[in-house]
């Protein structure tokens, strides 16, 4: 499976905050966006996701086109989003947080909560056993039961990775996974990515952690000023002289 | 005496629906609904008119209800998609809107005269029992809208309309349409105004346009902030302190009997504007703390 | 034909006071990023003060001119209290708070002058004609206090360095934090402001038809309107968008009644919000 990004544009008042950018991402590989502050990373996403309107261009996933597509039909199609910024459920637990992304849930229907309360036990059995499993995956374990509001940054990211899990995404986009998370939690992200890739599911990846992502990403994509600058494998798109002029900067060092 | 605390248990029952059905909207999924009142009116006038046409209690209560429900899913349907503000402000338009067709309507409604003789319920009871059995009817169906509320919380669709309050943009993110569950929501609390707006109509026998003014809609407000956003319970306990205030200044009125009846509303829209600002700044969660959900 | 434009007369003139009206909330909307709903209750302060200030000085400048001093204070006392403590809240927040300080307002003026009209004392005029439309000589006044207030408005806005620097906020909050422009005083000047202009809308509306407690909040709905027609946030568009609805709603009562003239302006808030949010002149605004 293919997300296809053609010609995306997006611009605020005269400024073109994304340009023009074309690319492809295939779900069994690990890609990275880099980039510097405000070069439209996340607008991207956004873009791609369907969480902003862009003002050109076309997105297909598994020759779907979704350029017209609500946020929630792309996520049922297969490609889910985190945010920079963590979107947890301040108020529900860690598990409440990954039982609410579980699909097709018939207790999501008020005449059969009312109606067919066996098969909703049946069915919420179920996606518990789905939900433990994460969390023990996600090594969230301690916190299961607490309200996601409370938990750091880092274990914020990984609930909104669980969820995104839980979905059954097929390619998963992450807005900065690594920023102000931990080095050890970094590891355990990193190596639960790689091992979900191995099990076939696609990631895409903004990160400002060129260290850990270039450990992960097999394919790297550099944007700049809005638009793309650079595309390749990451030993050859961070020895390109633009790539180091632009991104890397004064900053090289 | 008696009578007087009877009479006031029947308003508070009325109150507490209401306040069950915003809180649900409010307290549970976040939707700021500031034309609880177009809901209440739909349900009382719905009753009145019924009745008038000799159809009984047993059909008048849940026809309000439907038709509350009913006259709230165009509304949602196009403008639960809208930001929060906007919906707020989309939501008072639509309470003022219905205030005016009933002003207006005339053939129907009676205009700002209003439609008196409204049958009684349990008519063939007499005084005093004739008000306790309004008082249980009211009781069975807060019971009926709190254990059917309770099944609902615990219940996915509960987890996802508590995950829209916390945040509506993950939603999406994951696949689930929020206003899919937000129009539910907007119709059932909605329904209980309805069904309120119906008992009051039968209680009080006279209904008329200046009954349905926004200042019942955040009375209601009011109420849930003070017993607790998001509490079942927060609903009943902000009602009753709701009505301690409410029927504190009608004692205000027996003390200082220079106080004219016009100058007591002005207290009244005072004391509900005062605890609004109070209680958004100081105490957001209500008088009973944070949200705990059961 | 005459009739009409007869009638588009007279919505022009009330279409200034709402636009007048809408004006405030889109200053406090693209600035305080909040739908302020005591902006109609604030306008019924200033009528009845300008009320006050007539009654006491004979003269109705100075009256209006007490009137727009009592709303830009109240606009003060009412950042001091109560928004300013909630700025790091949620939007929903300042807005429930608002509906609360309208209500304080209201009951504080019920209580004061009681809940009849009151009428500002002007001296009556023969209407006369202009090529054969009728104008009242009153209406005309109203028209030319609105433009005024209007010119001296975007004068502050555009001329001078804190109606720039208000501007700056209003188009982005996070460039105007880092760019070092101290919010603090953007916000009071905002509050002075946005109250003195609602004063005006009152004063204004209170010469146009009575001054009654209810007067302002009946005026919510279609200021509201006329700010998300014209483009929240954008002073112009609430101005242009305020004159268009109440030239429409003078042009439609003939056909839909008196009454519904009101159900115009909701039915043109919903309209615009479905179709265009962003309203005439608004730009995009994005998700982030
Ligand atoms: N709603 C908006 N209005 C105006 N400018 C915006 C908006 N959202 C983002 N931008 C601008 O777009 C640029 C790209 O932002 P973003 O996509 O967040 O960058 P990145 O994720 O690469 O750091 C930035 O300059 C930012 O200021
Ligand atoms: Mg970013």
Sequence with gaps: ?253 | MEAYLVAIAIVTGIYVLLALGLNLQYGLTGIINFGHVGFFCVGAYTAAILSQHGVSLFITLPASAALAALAAWPLGLVSLRLRDDYFAIVSLGFSEVVRLIVTSERWLTNGVQGIPGIPRMFADLSGMSQASAVLGLLLVLNLVAIFAMRRMVSSPFGRMIEAIRDNEEAVKALGKDPARFKLRVLMLGSALAGVGGAVYAHYIGFIAPEQFIPLITFQIWMAIIMGGVGRVSGALVGTIILMVFMEGSRFLRDVLPFISEVEMASVRIGIVGLALILFTIHRPQGLMGDYTRK | MRDIIELASIGLVSGLVIGLAALAVTLVFGIARFANAATGDTMTLGAYAALIGTAWTGSFLAGGALGIAAGAATGLLAYHFVFKKLEQRSSVASLLASIGVGFVIRAVLGLVFGHGQQVFQLPMVRPFRIYDIRVQPNDLKIAAAAIVTLVVVFLILHATPIGRRMRAVADDPMLAKVSGIAPKRVMIALWALAGGVSAVAGVLLGMKTVVSPEMGWEMLLPAFAAAVLGGIGHPVGAVVAGILLGVAQEVVSPLVGFTYKIALTYAVLLGVLLFRPRGLFGRNEGVR
């Design chain 1, 1 to 253: 499976m293919t997300l296809r990004i053609r010609g995306m544009t997006k611009a605020y008042g005269g400024l073109r905050v994304v340009d023009d950018v074309s690319f492809e991402v295939s779900s069994t590989a690990v890609t990275g966006i880099i980039g510097p502050n405000g070069a439209g990373k996340s607008t991207l996403f956004s873009l791609v996701t369907g969480f902003l309107d862009g003002d050109a261009g076309s997105v297909s996933f598994a020759d779907k086109d979704l350029s017209r597509a609500s946020p929630m039909a792309r996520a049922r199609a297969g490609m889910v989003r985190t945010f920079q910024v963590p979107r947890e459920f301040t108020h529900l637990t860690v598990r409440e947080n990954l039982l609410t992304a579980a699909p097709n849930q018939s207790g999501e229907g008020l005449l059969d909560v009312f109606l067919r309360p066996g098969r909703i036990r049946q069915e919420e059995e179920r996606i518990r056993a789905e939900a433990d499993a994460m969390i023990a995956f996600l090594k969230l374990d301690r916190v299961a039961d607490s309200p996601a509001g409370g938990l750091s940054g880092g274990q914020k990211k990984l609930v909104e990775l669980g969820r995104a899990l839980m979905t059954g995404a097929r390619l998963i986009l992450l807005d900065e996974p690594f920023a102000g998370v931990n080095p050890v939690l970094i590891e355990t992200i990193s190596d639960r990515v790689r091992e979900l890739n191995a099990r076939g599911i696609g990631f895409l990846i903004i990160e400002h952690d060129l260290a850990a992502l270039t450990k992960l990403a097999s394919v790297l994509h550099v944007m700049d000023r809005g638009r793309l600058i650079a595309s390749g494998a990451p030993s050859v798109v961070l020895s390109d002289p633009q790539v180091r002029d632009a991104y890397l900067g004064g900053a090289a060092a």
